[in-house]
Every structure is written in C-alpha cells, then in structure tokens.
C-alpha cells in the first residue's frame, strides 16, 4: 500500500536533548512537508521540501532542522533550541508539479512529541 | 483579523442530522480550497478539493465556496457516527507549494 509512514508514534525528550522524527513516503511524491499541530491551534508549517537536497523554512522554522537526502525521506530533528516542543508532529507530501497538485496533501499518522 | 476563520465547536448532532461547517478568509487570493477530516490523533485526510467558486458533492458530502463573501461551507448529508472527527478547512492562493493556510478545526460529535 502507498502511502506515508511516520515513527515513532510516541516520542520522549529530556531536556537539552535532540530528537529526530522519521518519515518515509511511497507514493512517489516530489514534495514533502512538516507541521506541528497544537491544541486549538490549527496545523502550523515547519519546514518544506520541493526536491531532493532543497528545503525552505516554514512559518516556524526556529528550533527544527530537516533534511531531504532521498526522495522517500525527510527527516526531522527537533533540536535544544526549540523550548517548547510538545505538539503532535505532522509529515506530509504532495504529487508538486503544479498548483492543482501541489495543494493536496497527504498525510502521515503523527507522531507524539512530549518533555520529559 | 486571523486570516482563516473557523469555529472550534464542539458541534453536536444527532444521527442522521445535516452538518454545516464553515469557514471565513480575509485574503481574496485565495483560490483552492480543501477540506481535510481529522480523527482523533490521526493525519488529517483530504475529503473534499475545489478550484474557485462554486459547489462540489461526492456522496453526502457537500463543499460551496463563495468567493464574493469569502466564506466555504461543507455540508454533510445523514451524519453518521462514524462522521465524528475534526474537520479542517485549508486554502491557498496556488502560487507556490504549500501555500496552505489551515483553520483551526472544527469538531463534530454525532450521536447515535
């Protein structure tokens, strides 16, 4: 089946630590996308990948690294300098290649992110 | 003014019952709309996509956009239990990827 795998579901960090969130994506997708999502806060961008070692800062950049080294994969560090990164982390892909595709998202099962 | 209104509900209906969720925007360049259902600690799942103004129905789901007064609706038709969930609207003025601006959900509880 295609589709977009995230890991871990649930993830822990101590202070000062930095974590990485994996996501990996079959469907061939050229671009692919994080966001975190708050309670009552809607879903807010972190970082955006149109193509293969090519990424852009989203509206929340500050405190997160990513990296798109293959096609199927943009990982995601979560690291020190981000203080409140307790949210539900969102990846997600689109086909690119023009407006009509660019905008339709599909999206991961989330992973759970909480300070110890 | 926020730039994607929408009312965090809880909205409550019973089964059966016709679900209106809404949007407002205030950026008039927007024009792709989307809906996307969110069960509860789940990715969000596109439902409904429309280009522009107009009405779009698959199913018992019904999705107007009004540009003019900048304002979508999502309407769903014999709600059922199983439609319990957030729904989220998001828009873009296409000029880019992902340009998406999402509200903030709404969340839906049908009884059986």
């Known amino acids: 089946d295609g589709g977009i795998t995230q890991s871990p579901k649930y993830l822990f960090r101590k202070e000062g630590q930095n974590v990485t969130l994996s996501c990996e994506q079959n469907?061939?997708?050229?671009?692919m996308y994080w966001y975190r999502q708050d309670p009552g806060q809607g879903l807010r961008l972190i970082y955006y990948?149109?193509?293969?070692?090519?990424?852009q800062k989203g509206d929340i950049a500050e405190g997160y690294s990513v990296s798109r080294e293959k096609k199927e994969s943009f990982p995601l560090t979560v690291t020190s300098a981000q203080k409140n990164p307790t949210a539900f982390y969102l990846c997600?892909?689109?086909?690119?290649?023009?407006?009509?595709?660019?905008?339709?998202?599909?999206f991961g099962s989330g992973t759970q992110l909480s300070v110890l | 003014q926020k730039e994607v209104e929408q009312d965090p509900g809880p909205l409550s209906v019973p089964e059966g019952a016709i679900v209106s969720l809404n949007c407002t925007y205030s950026?008039?360049?927007?024009?792709?709309f989307m809906w996307y259902r969110q069960y509860s600690r789940k990715g969000p799942e596109l439902l409904m996509y429309?280009?522009?103004?107009g009405n779009k129905e698959d199913g018992r789901f019904t999705a107007q956009v009004d540009k003019s007064s900048k304002y979508i609706s999502l309407f769903i038709r014999d709600s059922q239990p199983s439609d319990s969930a957030t729904y989220l609207c998001?828009?873009?003025?296409?000029?880019?990827?992902?340009?998406?601006?999402f509200g903030k959900g709404t969340m839906l509880l049908v009884s059986p």
């Open positions: 997600a892909s689109s086909l690119g290649h023009n407006p009509a595709t660019n905008e339709k998202l599909f």
């Open positions: 469907l061939n997708h050229d671009a």
């Open positions: 990948s149109q193509i293969v070692n090519d990424f």
């Open positions: 950026n008039s360049a927007f024009q792709y």
């Open positions: 429309t280009y522009s103004s």
């Open positions: 998001a828009m873009s003025a296409g000029s880019g990827y992902s340009t998406l601006t």
